[in-house]
T-cell receptor
Framework: GNSVTQMEGPVTLSEEAFLTINCTYT??????LFWYVQYPGEGLQLLLK?????DKGSNKGFEATYRKETTSFHLEKGSVQVSDSAVYFC?????????????FGKGTKLTVNP | EAGVAQSPRYKIIEKRQSVAFWCNPI?????LYWYQQILGQGPKLLIQ????????DSQLPKDRFSAERLKGVDSTLKIQPAKLEDSAVYLC???????????FGSGTQLSVL
């Protein structure tokens, strides 16, 4: 079935450092890919998405490019802030068993220190 | 726009007791999901509704878990009897289109002692 593998955490960075969180996927067909973020004490919220190969999703300075050849969707940000501290989940939406399902990776906890 | 509402926010019970969670999705969202998020893991889909019909419940432990969505709006998830391994955050989400841009509630954190 469809699955997502993302980089193990936790990740600790200093403010203004460059961030990469790796995500690879296994899927049949043409899935859509997402990054969700969970800030402390809050529910998950969509950060960005890409629906087809070579699409780049971006939001709040974060970017991820849908790479079909490497089955990857790595999350990047050029300069992180303390407020980016959260848990980041890579997710895939694809058809399984006749219905569209969203499958999550295990999450990567990011802590940004001032 | 009001978000997905869930209650209670926290619940502590002893094993073998029963518990119920409630979810009110965003108005107009036909698809409703219940996810289980165990500490250190990603959310796992338990059940997905389209209006008041079940689309997928393949990962729902049906011997102890049940869920319903009355009139295609609110939903309740019940566990009876609870086990220690049911300790997790139970997330409700809704979407306009199945599998696309889910909106999540804040979750119910369940501790089974």
């Amino acid at each position: 079935g469809n699955s997502v593998t993302q980089m193990e955490g936790p990740v600790t960075l200093s403010e203004e450092a460059f961030l990469t969180i790796n995500c690879t996927y296994t899927a049949t067909g043409y899935p859509s890919l997402f990054w969700y973020v969970q800030y402390p004490g809050e529910g998950l919220q969509l950060l960005l998405k890409a629906t087809k190969a070579d699409d780049k999703g971006s939001n709040k300075g974060f970017e991820a490019t849908y790479r079909k050849e490497t089955t990857s969707f790595h999350l990047e940000k050029g300069s992180v802030q303390v407020s980016d501290s959260a848990v980041y989940f890579c997710a895939l939406s694809g058809t399984q068993g006749g219905s569209e399902k969203l499958v999550f990776g295990k999450g990567t906890k990011l802590t940004v220190n001032p | 726009e009001a978000g997905v509402a869930q209650s209670p926010r926290y619940k502590i019970i002893e094993k073998r007791q029963s518990v119920a969670f409630w979810c009110n999705p965003i108005s107009g969202h036909a698809t409703l999901y219940w996810y289980q998020q165990i500490l250190g893991q990603g959310p796992k889909l338990l059940i997905q509704f389209q209006n008041n019909g079940v689309v997928d419940d393949s990962q729902l432990p049906k011997d102890r878990f049940s869920a319903e969505r009355l009139k295609g709006v609110d939903s309740t998830l019940k566990i009876q009897p609870a086990k220690l391994e049911d300790s997790a955050v139970y997330l409700c989400a809704s979407s306009l289109v199945p599998g696309r841009k889910l909106f999540f509630g804040s979750g119910t954190q369940l501790s089974v002692l």
